[in-house]
């Protein structure tokens, strides 16, 4: 069966001079929160942006989806560590994605986890729900022991 | 020129044992937060998923861009509440998006509004991103006075 996730946003006022807040997120995990037009366009003051959202959304996905992997390939992570940077590009979108991820992953070679790697990042599901991002690059790399 | 917006995801074994810290949000607006294979997929007991963050990031986008499409037709709004509901189905990925908005809009016409809602459904960068998903829905509302 599916899981529904919801989040509710009520803004006020106009783009440029108004505000948002994300509240009513189901899991009470986080929020409320800020959100303007500036932080997402500019600088962030402490408020977050969709774009930023977006970022640790996938960056959790990934790391769900390589972890899976790997453990199938018969070597699971010790750790990932996912960085995600989202790029936006008033009036044009998002433009980029960028993928880099550290893998602490005992026995793993080289070659396996980087083809691991590519996988989770054309497969995860929100990569496959992203595929409107002109462009997404990845940088997989093994700590050193 | 683009902004970039960060998060970085740490997890720890399995996919189904393990665990995951989001933190290094560039904004610090958030984090660190939680998050693991059974609150995405089953139930969230206080731990956000990939597909609650996506329906925070969804619903801001969008109230911005119809907030800025009102204020361009001449009809401003007062006050957008915009809910997102992004569905998993595991194995299959993110099924569906369902938006519901209502809007305290003084002097638009129903119709307009309508109109304009389903503008910013298919034009705003988080939609236009999130083209894998198979199934969008809207439901748009004017508050009444």
């Not at 977006?54 to 453990?71: D, G, R, V």
């Not at 018969?74 to 750790?79: A, L, W």
């Not at 979108?93 to 054309?122: C, N, R, Y």
């Amino acid at each position: 069966m599916a899981t529904d996730r919801t989040a509710k946003v009520t803004w006020q006022g106009s783009l440029m001079d108004g505000s948002g807040t994300i509240e009513g997120v189901g899991s009470g995990a986080l929020g409320p929160l800020d959100v303007t037009w500036v932080s997402r366009a500019d600088t962030p003051d402490g408020r977050t942006s969709p774009e930023e959202l977006i970022a640790a959304a996938w960056a959790s996905c990934y790391s769900m989806s390589l972890s899976h992997a790997l453990a199938g390939a018969g070597t699971p992570p010790e750790r990932l560590e996912t960085q995600v940077t989202v790029s936006f590009q008033p009036g044009e979108g998002i433009v980029k994605g960028a993928i880099a991820v550290v893998g602490t992953v005992p026995g793993v070679d080289h070659s396996s986890f980087l083809a691991e790697a590519e996988t989770a990042k054309q497969n995860c599901p929100v990569s496959k729900a992203l595929t409107g991002i002109p462009e997404v690059t990845l940088d997989a790399t093994l700590a050193t022991a």
